[in-house]
């Protein structure tokens, strides 16, 4: 027979969990919200897969996405997140206070987890990756578009210089708190 606290234990391990990987291109969203999916039992979702082609084009071609372009996209984002039955981690950039918004209105309960680092760091993970569609010229309109999480909103922000197992043992760790 489990005691109280082993029980509470267990139910906080298997309590189903919305999370957003957040943060600007090349900031770990695939590589840390894989991982941290996976240390929570649930799925991943990596958002870049559900821009519609056109924004993909558009930034491959070096133009940032607008407003309008990212709206359908958030939509979709928070569509996937409402209808999750299970733990849930989608990695979307979530630049705006209002984009966080958006998904919140479709899913309340989603939590978002920001990896935060210097232009420096950033630009030479993105310059590692030149097969990927994301120039690196548009890295200082992502961070010049990102507005931080906001004392009100239910989330974490860790330092991109960190590894990626540290981030997901101590985004896991609060999380589950
Ligand atoms: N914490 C980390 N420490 C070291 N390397 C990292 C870390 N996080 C990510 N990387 C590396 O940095 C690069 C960018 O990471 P990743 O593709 O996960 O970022 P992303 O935010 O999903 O990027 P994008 O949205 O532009 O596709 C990858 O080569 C990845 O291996
Ligand atoms: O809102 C945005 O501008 C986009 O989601 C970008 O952040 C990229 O898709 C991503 O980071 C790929 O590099």
Redesign the pocket.
Same mark, same amino acid.
């Given at each position: 027979m489990s005691t109280a606290v082993e029980r509470a234990e267990s139910d906080a391990a298997s309590r189903t969990l919305h999370v957003i990987a957040m943060g600007?291109?090349g900031s770990g969203k695939s590589t840390v919200g894989a991982l941290l999916a996976e240390e929570l039992g649930g799925e991943f979702v990596d958002?870049?897969d559900l821009?519609p082609a056109a924004n993909v084009a558009k *930034?491959a071609a070096g133009t940032?996405?607008d407003d309008d372009d990212?709206a359908p996209w958030l939509r979709e984002i928070g569509a996937r997140m409402a209808a999750a039955t299970g733990t849930m981690v989608i990695g979307c950039?979530a630049?705006k206070r209002s984009y966080r918004d958006l998904i919140r209105s479709a899913a309340p309960d989603t939590v978002f987890v920001h990896m935060r680092g210097s232009r420096e760091l950033l630009a030479e993970r993105m310059a590692a990756r030149p097969e990927?569609f *994301?120039p690196l010229s548009l890295l200082d309109s992502?961070l010049g578009t990102l507005e931080e999480l906001e004392p009100d909103e239910h989330g974490v922000a860790f330092d991109v210089a960190e590894p990626p197992a540290q981030i997901v043992r101590e985004a896991a760790e609060w999380l589950r708190a």
């Open positions: 600007v291109s958002g870049d821009h *930034m940032p996405l990212r950039s630049l990927h *994301m992502q």
